[in-house]
């Protein structure tokens, strides 16, 4: 009996078993099971999905670490401290805990979300609100309006207030009205925004950067010729050694990979460039004889090694006692702002990957237990600031393990996992360089751009804003700036041909207004309304789910991996 034949009998064995009709995987004899969904796939998606996103332990512990955390500062003539040396120790310090932080709440998050939902969608600490925490609300080094421990609190007060959102129906009912073009577009511009990401130099292989004069433009210079104001490249362009490993060895060899449809092809580019990259003294190298570079080396070579959080662990100011009138306007104002860019960013990431995996109802445009998904992000939240972390929230990097096949929260509960084992080899999975995930998150923005095809392009009305909507987010560099640009733009431009043709009695219309998708601010259908509305109208069975999980599956969304 060969591997296939193996791995043919795990599969119907794990299909068979009370596991397989959980999830719904195929063969478990579930009326709802998906098709395509194989235990072994959906294992192989889950590492996919973290090897794309595993950059996250080391990325957004550098960001966070940059607040300064629970260190303190007292030095009068500098007042960022920049050099004390036992400031500095202290923050060093303080990124451990902080990589700790990042692998745990990852992997509570996206275990949560699997097991709960079902959704192939793994939670991270969010790309954004990491750093409007750091650089806006604490500020560098501390130099903010608000201490890290009351920005802890407010991240904790703001997962509470989602999860109430969720559980009233609300966070679903705004994302039902929003307009069907723009939640089509919201696909496309996040993978056009994970492109942006995989060419940059924070998270890619360096090929765009920008500077005074132009936003963008071509980057892949050597760190020495960086501008330091900028971040442009004063000379030396597209002559990086690593801009070139990343894009031949993490685009090229893994497209060519995917068009034969080896089976892993992105965990393979991935591993290939962190293996070329991990020797010392060579143009390649993660690992320069710098300073960073030789602290990165020291912690690598420890490859299995378990740092237990000791400074940013619990560390809410639960009394607010250091909350005075001007910190209290402060306070509120984060809490609202992550709270709203939270529930766009989240809603528009979940609803893209539910429709990437081919979940989501035509009919009401929501996605099997959607409330539970919702509820889980939000619980994250309020779990992760008591790790130290800022918001978590369903990470679009999911895009390449259901690209890989993922159908089912397997996926998610096996990206979970992979986490929690990087708690314990923090030092091999925080030196996976940028370089290396760059090529796959291009190609996974590359498969996302597909559902441009399903963009209402007759009718000028609904495929500006969506055009607007998926431009801004890659140039905003934000999902949740996108979706308001986009729903601005659409209420302007509807708000007024309806008034026109309301005074006109219809007589003022655009030629092609007959090919307008359908919308409508209330949600007329039972279904479509949160449960605390039907209850009021006397629905007996307003517990209900609000979508049905009975329809087909779209499985024209995604190829099949057999």
């Known amino acids: 009996m060969g591997f296939a034949a193996y791995k043919a009998r795990l599969n119907d064995i794990v299909s068979g078993s009370i596991v397989g009709r959980y999830f719904h995987l195929e063969g478990s004899g579930h009326p709802n099971e998906i098709k395509g969904a194989r235990f ?37 003539i500098d007042p960022t401290c920049l050099k004390d040396a036992a400031y500095n120790l202290c923050l060093v310090e303080v990124n451990r805990d902080l990589v700790t932080a990042t692998a745990a709440i990852a992997a509570f998050g996206s275990f949560l979300m699997g097991i709960s939902s079902n959704l192939p969608v793994a939670v991270a600490p969010a790309m954004g609100l990491n750093a409007y925490l750091a650089y806006q609300i604490v500020g560098f080094h501390g130099t903010g309006p608000i201490n890290y421990r009351v920005a802890m609190m407010a991240v904790f007060v703001e997962g509470f207030i989602f999860i109430a959102l969720s559980l009233l129906g609300i966070r679903q009912w705004l994302a039902r009205i929003i307009p069907a073009s723009i939640k089509v577009a919201c696909g496309a511009g996040i993978g ?30 050597p760190p020495q010729y960086l501008d330091d104001d900028t971040g442009a490249c004063l000379s030396h362009k597209a002559t990086s050694p690593t801009m070139w490993l990343g894009f031949m060895v993490g685009g090229v060899l893994t497209a060519l990979l995917m068009t034969y449809k080896v089976r892993g092809a992105m965990i393979v580019g991935i591993a ?42 619990a560390v809410q100011d639960w009394t607010l006692s250091t909350i005075d009138g001007d910190v209290a306007g402060q306070f509120i104002l984060a809490v609202f702002t992550m709270l709203y860019v939270d529930i766009l960013d989240a809603t528009g990431t979940l609803y893209s990957m539910a429709r990437f995996s081919g979940v989501v109802d035509p009919d009401t445009g929501d996605f099997p237990k959607s409330t539970i998904a919702y509820s889980a992000d939000a619980f994250a939240i309020s779990i992760g600031s008591l790790f130290g972390s800022s918001p978590v929230t369903a990470f679009v990097e999911s895009g390449s393990g259901i690209q890989e096949g993922g159908r089912t929260g397997l996926t998610a509960m096996t990206t979970g996992i992979c986490f929690f084992i990087s708690l314990f080899f923090a030092p091999i999975f925080a030196s996976i360089p940028p370089w290396a995930t760059g090529g796959a ?29 998926l431009m801004f987010m890659p140039f905003s560099y934000s999902i949740a700036y996108g979706l308001v640009a986009g729903i601005m733009c659409y209420a302007i431009l509807n708000t007024f041909t309806w008034a026109l043709g309301a005074v006109s009695r219809g007589r003022i219309l655009p030629p092609d207004y007959d090919d307008k998708e359908y919308w409508s601010f209330r949600a007329d259908s039972a279904r479509n309304q949160p449960w605390f509305i039907r209850a009021i109208k006397g629905d007996k069975r307003f517990w209900r789910p609000e979508s049905n999980d009975s329809f087909e599956l779209q499985s024209a969304e995604i190829r099949t991996k057999e």
């Open 441 to 469: 998150l291009i190609l996974v923005g590359c498969m996302m751009m597909r559902g441009m095809t399903a963009i209402n392009w007759n009718y000028p009305g609904d495929s500006i804003p969506a055009f607007v909507t």
């Open 40 to 76: 072994t796939t959906e294992l192989r998606a889950g590492l996919t999905t973290f090897f794309t996103m595993a950059y996250i332990i080391a990325v957004n512990a550098s960001v966070l670490t940059d607040s300064g955390a629970t260190c303190v500062c007292n030095d009068t």
């Open 192 to 221: 056009l925004f994970l492109t942006l990401i995989g060419l940059s130099y924070s998270a890619g292989i360096g090929a765009i950067t920008g500077s005074k004069a132009t936003p963008l433009e071509l980057g892949g210079c």
């Open 272 to 313: 290939l460039v962190s293996i070329f990259s991990w020797p010392r003294d060579t143009s390649i190298t993660f690992f320069p004889r710098t300073e960073v570079g030789d602290s990165r080396f020291e912690f690598f070579k420890n490859v299995v090694a378990f740092h237990p959080i000791k400074r940013t662990l």
